[in-house]
C-alpha cells in the first residue's frame, strides 16, 4: 500500500495487494461495473469526519460558536442530511436550495438565506419558514424585507454581508471580498444598513458577514478582512466568517494545507483580538467540507495519437466545468494501475497524455498533464477531489444525462442520487 499516492483521496481509501484503489472499502473496478461510469462517489466517512473536525475546532478556539454547511458546494439530499445529523446548520442561496435542505430534514432555526439577488419569493419563504438569518446584500433586500415581515407580523432576524475591500489569493472567477464585487455592502454602506435595518420594526439585526473569496490556501487574509468589519461590530452579537478554506487538489498543494484546527483558531483569535469576546462566531464553509470525500470513476471511450495522446472519457465538462471555468488541475489515475509520479522508472514508462472529456468543446480538458500506465479503451480512471461544485455545476450538455452520486463506507455502497435517465432530456418539454 503506497500512501503519499493517496494524499489527497477520501481518508479511507487505501490500495490492495493487487495495486487497486479502494474507496471506503470498495474496489473502485467493481463500483464502476456495478454503478457505470461516470459516477460521483463518495465516501461517507470523510464527510461526517470533517463535519466533526469542524465542529470540535470551532467549538475548542470559541464555544458555542456556530457552523454551517455552504449548500452549494454539494446540493444533494444524502450530502445534506449526513450534515443535519453531525449538527450542522446549512447556507443556502435561493429559493431551490432553501426547499433541498428543508426537503433533508433541516430545522428552519438552522438555516440561513443568502443571495445577491433574490426574488420577493424568495424572501417571503424565508419568514414564512421562519429562518434563522437572512442575509442583507444590499439595500433594495432591507425595505423589500421589512415589508415582507411586517405583512406577516413577523419579525425577521437578519445579518449584513459586508464586502470588506480584502483580496484573497484566488482565481478571479470566485473572489469576492474586493471592494468592486457584485456580493455585499461596502463598510459605510453597511453602516448605513445598519441604521436602516435598526430604523425597522420588523427586522432585527443579529449579526455581520464577510465571504472573501473560495479556495483560499493562506490564513493571513481573514484577519484583514475581520479589521475591515471590526468599526461595525458594536451593532451586532455575531460575526459570520464566511468559509472559504481551500482543499488540496493535488498532492504538492496538500503540503503546505492549513488544516481544519490552524484555519479555525487564525480566524477565532482574529475575532478575539480585533473584535473582542462579546460575539458569536460564526463560519459557513463549503468546499473544505466535501471535496476530498468525492472522487469521480470515468472509463475511458479512446485513446489516440495527434501530436498528444488523447484519452477520451465518458464525462467531462457536464460534470465537472472547473477545469474549463478556473483551469482549475486535477490528479487522475488509471483505478488499478497507479504511476507514482516521484519514481523516475514508473515516469518514463508512462504515457504522458491529455484526459478529454466527450463534449463538443476544445476545452472539455479534464487533466491537461496526465501520467498514466499505458492507458486504453475499457480502463476505469478516476480523478480525485471532485466533491466540490461538480456535481453542484453538472449540466446536461451534448444531451449527456447527469451522473449518479454513490456512497461507500465499511465495504458497502449505495446509490444516493441515480443516474439521469435520457427521458428526462425532453420531461419538461410543453407538449
Ligand atoms: C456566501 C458564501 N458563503 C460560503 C461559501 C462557501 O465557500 P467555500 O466553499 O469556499 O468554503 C460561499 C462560496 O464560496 C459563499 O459565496
Ligand atoms: N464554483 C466554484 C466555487 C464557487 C464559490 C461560491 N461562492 C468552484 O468550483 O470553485
Given at each position: 500500500m503506497t500512501r503519499d499516492l493517496l494524499a489527497v483521496y477520501p481518508r479511507d481509501s487505501a490500495r490492495d495487494e493487487r495495486g487497486r484503489l479502494l474507496l471506503g472499502g470498495c474496489d473502485a473496478l467493481e463500483l464502476a461495473a456495478e454503478h457505470g461510469t461516470p459516477a460521483y462517489v463518495v465516501a461517507e466517512d470523510d464527510l461526517r469526519g470533517q463535519a466533526r473536525a469542524y465542529?470540535?475546532?470551532?467549538?475548542?478556539?470559541?464555544?458555542g460558536s456556530h457552523v454551517s454547511f455552504a449548500s452549494k458546494a454539494f446540493p444533494c439530499t444524502a450530502v445534506l442530511r449526513v450534515f443535519e445529523q453531525e449538527g450542522l446548520g446549512v447556507d443556502v442561496a435561493s429559493g431551490g436550495e432553501l426547499a433541498l435542505a428543508l426537503h433533508a430534514g433541516f430545522a428552519p432555526e438552522r438555516?440561513?438565506?443568502?443571495?445577491?439577488?433574490?426574488?420577493?419569493?424568495?424572501l417571503a419563504a424565508a419568514v414564512d419558514h421562519g429562518l434563522r438569518q437572512v442575509v442583507i446584500d444590499n439595500f433594495d433586500d432591507i425595505e423589500r424585507l421589512a415589508r415582507i415581515a411586517a405583512e406577516r407580523d413577523a419579525v425577521q432576524a437578519v445579518s449584513i454581508r459586508v464586502t470588506p475591500d480584502v483580496r484573497g489569493d484566488t482565481h478571479d472567477g470566485i473572489s469576492t471580498g474586493q471592494a468592486d464585487s457584485k456580493f455585499g455592502l461596502g463598510v459605510a454602506d453597511a453602516r448605513e444598513a445598519i441604521a436602516r435595518i435598526t430604523a425597522q420594526p420588523s427586522l432585527r439585526l443579529d449579526g455581520l458577514h464577510f465571504h472573501i473569496g473560495s479556495q483560499l490556501l493562506e490564513l493571513d487574509v481573514f484577519r484583514r478582512a475581520v479589521a475591515a468589519i471590526a468599526p461595525l461590530a458594536d451593532a451586532v452579537e455575531e460575526v459570520n466568517l464566511g468559509g472559504g478554506l481551500g482543499v488540496a487538489y493535488v498532492a504538492d498543494q496538500a503540503r503546505h494545507l492549513p488544516t481544519v484546527e490552524e484555519y479555525a483558531q487564525e480566524k477565532v483569535r482574529a475575532v478575539r483580538e480585533l473584535i473582542g469576546d462579546r460575539v458569536r462566531i460564526a463560519d459557513e464553509p463549503g468546499r473544505s467540507l466535501v471535496g476530498r470525500a468525492g472522487v469521480t470513476l470515468y472509463g475511458v471511450q479512446t485513446v489516440k495519437r495527434n501530436v498528444s495522446t488523447w484519452v477520451g472519457v465518458d464525462g467531462g465538462m457536464a460534470d465537472?466545468?472547473?477545469?474549463?471555468?478556473?483551469?482549475?488541475?486535477?490528479?487522475?489515475?488509471v483505478v488499478d494501475r497507479f504511476v507514482?509520479?516521484?519514481d523516475p522508472a514508473q515516469v518514463a514508462a508512462a504515457t504522458?497524455?491529455?484526459v478529454v472529456g466527450k463534449h463538443c468543446e476544445s476545452s472539455d480538458v479534464l487533466v491537461a498533464d496526465a501520467l498514466l500506465d499505458a492507458p486504453r479503451a475499457g480502463d476505469v480512471l478516476v480523478v480525485p477531489v471532485t466533491g466540490a461544485y461538480g456535481?453542484?455545476?453538472?449540466n446536461t450538455y451534448n444531451g449527456v444525462p447527469r451522473s449518479p452520486v454513490v456512497f461507500v463506507g465499511g465495504g458497502r455502497s449505495r446509490v444516493v442520487v441515480r443516474r439521469e435517465r435520457v427521458e428526462e432530456l425532453w420531461a419538461r418539454d410543453a407538449e
Amino acid at each position: 500500500m503506497t500512501r503519499d499516492l493517496l494524499a489527497v483521496y477520501p481518508r479511507d481509501s487505501a490500495r490492495d495487494e493487487r495495486g487497486r484503489l479502494l474507496l471506503g472499502g470498495c474496489d473502485a473496478l467493481e463500483l464502476a461495473a456495478e454503478h457505470g461510469t461516470p459516477a460521483y462517489v463518495v465516501a461517507e466517512d470523510d464527510l461526517r469526519g470533517q463535519a466533526r473536525a469542524y465542529r470540535d475546532a470551532f467549538e475548542a478556539a470559541a464555544p458555542g460558536s456556530h457552523v454551517s454547511f455552504a449548500s452549494k458546494a454539494f446540493p444533494c439530499t444524502a450530502v445534506l442530511r449526513v450534515f443535519e445529523q453531525e449538527g450542522l446548520g446549512v447556507d443556502v442561496a435561493s429559493g431551490g436550495e432553501l426547499a433541498l435542505a428543508l426537503h433533508a430534514g433541516f430545522a428552519p432555526e438552522r438555516i440561513h438565506l443568502h443571495g445577491n439577488a433574490r426574488s420577493e419569493v424568495e424572501l417571503a419563504a424565508a419568514v414564512d419558514h421562519g429562518l434563522r438569518q437572512v442575509v442583507i446584500d444590499n439595500f433594495d433586500d432591507i425595505e423589500r424585507l421589512a415589508r415582507i415581515a411586517a405583512e406577516r407580523d413577523a419579525v425577521q432576524a437578519v445579518s449584513i454581508r459586508v464586502t470588506p475591500d480584502v483580496r484573497g489569493d484566488t482565481h478571479d472567477g470566485i473572489s469576492t471580498g474586493q471592494a468592486d464585487s457584485k456580493f455585499g455592502l461596502g463598510v459605510a454602506d453597511a453602516r448605513e444598513a445598519i441604521a436602516r435595518i435598526t430604523a425597522q420594526p420588523s427586522l432585527r439585526l443579529d449579526g455581520l458577514h464577510f465571504h472573501i473569496g473560495s479556495q483560499l490556501l493562506e490564513l493571513d487574509v481573514f484577519r484583514r478582512a475581520v479589521a475591515a468589519i471590526a468599526p461595525l461590530a458594536d451593532a451586532v452579537e455575531e460575526v459570520n466568517l464566511g468559509g472559504g478554506l481551500g482543499v488540496a487538489y493535488v498532492a504538492d498543494q496538500a503540503r503546505h494545507l492549513p488544516t481544519v484546527e490552524e484555519y479555525a483558531q487564525e480566524k477565532v483569535r482574529a475575532v478575539r483580538e480585533l473584535i473582542g469576546d462579546r460575539v458569536r462566531i460564526a463560519d459557513e464553509p463549503g468546499r473544505s467540507l466535501v471535496g476530498r470525500a468525492g472522487v469521480t470513476l470515468y472509463g475511458v471511450q479512446t485513446v489516440k495519437r495527434n501530436v498528444s495522446t488523447w484519452v477520451g472519457v465518458d464525462g467531462g465538462m457536464a460534470d465537472n466545468l472547473r477545469p474549463m471555468l478556473y483551469g482549475a488541475r486535477y490528479e487522475v489515475q488509471v483505478v488499478d494501475r497507479f504511476v507514482d509520479p516521484e519514481d523516475p522508472a514508473q515516469v518514463a514508462a508512462a504515457t504522458h497524455c491529455k484526459v478529454v472529456g466527450k463534449h463538443c468543446e476544445s476545452s472539455d480538458v479534464l487533466v491537461a498533464d496526465a501520467l498514466l500506465d499505458a492507458p486504453r479503451a475499457g480502463d476505469v480512471l478516476v480523478v480525485p477531489v471532485t466533491g466540490a461544485y461538480g456535481y453542484a455545476m453538472a449540466n446536461t450538455y451534448n444531451g449527456v444525462p447527469r451522473s449518479p452520486v454513490v456512497f461507500v463506507g465499511g465495504g458497502r455502497s449505495r446509490v444516493v442520487v441515480r443516474r439521469e435517465r435520457v427521458e428526462e432530456l425532453w420531461a419538461r418539454d410543453a407538449e
